[in-house]
């Protein structure tokens, strides 16, 4: 017995040590990094940000990007004003670092490449942080282009989902706000609506949603014995979302894609922590 747990543990540390030099070869800086024709053309886009050379960044863009970003910014700014240092992610596009581009994935004319960008954590208090944001590239006349059609088009799955996120934050906020201030749970539409009376809800349902049920369309529901309130919806993309908003105190969960079809008392998949949970 003492032999096989000594060859468990010996095992678990092998792979402990396999993973971290993976980690550090594949994520280290690297003068080499960006020479593949698709981690280049993003590199390329990060240096031009650098420099401010504004019209080779937009240039560095794919056609159906220019022709989402120009409708988006129509009558207010200028696109290269606006997509200068635009970045999907949660960095400017100059904060991107170039020597750790790495190319994911290559199909056709489509290439998904990844470059880490540097954060505070927490306002700078606890030092900072690396991440990585992957962007989509598509190869179009003989150049490889940066595609930010998913993030601009209102009409793709992640802003319609991010939509639907947003919908269901706001009823739980009226919610919780208003379970703080009487300390009970409600499905009353009027009352979630006076709870935040600058905001235009949509029509409030009740029940819980299903694959049937309007797009962008909030249900609310009160666990039977009135434990916990759920709170639901359909997104335009089809994708079901429900939160769980249990007693003061207690912590909120969340679920997405297969929910249950009716509330009760039972945590969901997740944590709930509000405007950071989203449908990944």
């Known amino acids: 017995m003492e032999s096989a747990k000594r060859i468990l543990r010996n095992a678990l540390f092998a792979i402990a040590v396999v993973a ?5 070869l594949a994520d280290r800086p690297s003068p080499l990094s960006g020479l593949e024709l698709p981690a280049r053309a993003l590199r390329d ?3 031009a940000a650098r420099r401010g050379d504004c019209a080779a960044v937009v240039a560095a863009l794919s056609a159906r990007s220019r022709e989402l970003a120009t409708a988006a910014v129509a009558g207010r700014s200028t696109l290269e004003r606006s997509f200068c240092d635009y970045s999907p992610a949660t960095a400017k596009l ?3 670092e170039t020597n750790r ?7 056709g004319t489509t290439a998904l490449v990844s470059a880490s960008y540097t954060y505070d954590r927490f306002f700078g208090f606890f030092g900072r942080g690396r991440s990585r944001y992957t962007y989509t590239l598509s190869f179009e006349n003989g150049a490889w282009r940066v595609d930010l059609t998913e993030a601009l088009d209102p009409a793709s799955r992640p802003n319609r989902d991010r939509r639907a996120m947003f919908l269901v934050q706001q009823v739980y906020s009226a919610l919780r706000s208003h379970a703080r201030s009487s300390g009970t749970l409600t499905d009353n539409a009027a009352v979630i609506r006076a709870q935040m009376p600058g905001f235009q809800f949509p029509e409030i349902r009740s029940g819980v ?3 049937a049920a309007p797009p962008d369309t909030p249900y609310v529901a009160l666990e039977p014995a009135g434990a916990c309130l759920c709170i639901s919806l359909r997104s335009a993309s089809g994708t079901l979302v429900m939160v769980k908003l249990p007693p003061e105190g207690s912590q909120a969960t969340y679920q997405y894609g297969r929910i249950p079809s009716a509330c009760d008392d039972k945590p969901l998949a997740q944590s709930y922590h509000g405007s950071t949970s989203g449908i990944r």
């Open 209 to 211: 949603a299903d694959s």
């Open 20 to 24: 971290g030099l993976w980690w550090f």
């Open 94 to 96: 100059p904060d991107f």
């Open 45 to 47: 886009y990060i240096d």
């Open 101 to 107: 581009i790495r190319v994911e994935r290559v199909s």
